[in-house]
């Protein structure tokens, strides 16, 4: 057994990141300035996105892509159960109702069959969720939208750098909203990125995200000098401080080698535990793809064992391994069991991956020794509690 604890998850920061945020503090300009913008600017490059705004979570540009898409009030939102809460609570906040379409058994992603099953003459948008860091099958989702006239809103927290046929996610025809929370691919402590290529949706987030502040309008108002400004609406307090973008620029400079070293370690977990009946391991999808592996999230065959998921983790904190749980279905959670009254057998599949579902670790720093560990905890584990 492992003498000392590894978790399943830690942020990769370097004195570059360091160096960077102590020369935001002594240069006296810390929110909002030069090094938000440098980030922006590379973030655009790295995605190809036409638009890229920073934010202070992915939470709050799920919050302001509801009113920039005009969705509220008696609309309906189809997205996937397996998911965080934000992508489900940003819909319900703007008074629209999020509607459950179950997902694929091996990918875990939305199935979009089942996203066709859901669709009324309500419904105004779709929010995929690149479960993991691997891409939805967005030809068959932006089908989808065109045939029925949806938005796709593309919850992108895992897909920093995840690709979907030769694309990455970022430069697709939607928007789509990065999280740049400590856990994620990469940070910025915290963060969000807005992506677009509608230059007026681009342009209503850059207000909203500020004040409705005259001075981000950048096409009906010039920026000048003067102290002076209009409030052009009602906006919110979503800004990227300097501070963050800091750490995001030497973040999203490594983003490819910790993509890679995060592949590394899934493909060694695919491996070793390849033959270990008690666990239903993810799956790659059938499409070209650029996998990000934000997540390694097995499923527990409870069924084959005499406890369950969080016994499993529980046992495995005993042999100083960390585990994470992405995720108990939304339906499940009581404010949205009694909100939708969805019954498990309507997702079936979400529900039985909800019971077993447990995220092992994975991170650039960890090293194909830990990640040995992990199986061999595992493995530890299972033959104790075999039924
Ligand atoms: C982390 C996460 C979010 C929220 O990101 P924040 O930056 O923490 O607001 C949204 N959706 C998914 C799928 C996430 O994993």
Redesign the pocket.
Known sequence: MRSTFLPFSAPTIEDAEINEVVDSLRSGWITTGPKVKRFEEAFKAYVGAPFALSLT????G?HLSMPVLGIGEGDEVITTPM??A??VNTIAIAGATPVMADIEAGTLNIDPEQVRRKITSRTKAIIP?HFAGQSCDMDRIFALAREYDLTVIE?A??AAGTEYKGKRIGSLDSVSIF???PN?NMTTG???MFCTSDETIAEEVALLRFHGHSREAWKRFPVNSSQDYDILMPGFKYNMMDIQAAIGIHQLAKLDGFIEKRTELAEFYNRELADVAELALPQYAPYEQRHAWHLYTPLVRIEKLGINRMQFMEELKKQNIGSGL?YRAIHQHPYYRSLLNVPDQELPVASYASERIVSLPLFPRMTLDDARDVVEAIKTVIAANRR
């Open positions: 979570s992915a939470t709050a799920q998911t965080f934000s992508t969720v919850d927290a895992h999280s740049f929370h994620k915290e963060g969000g992405h």
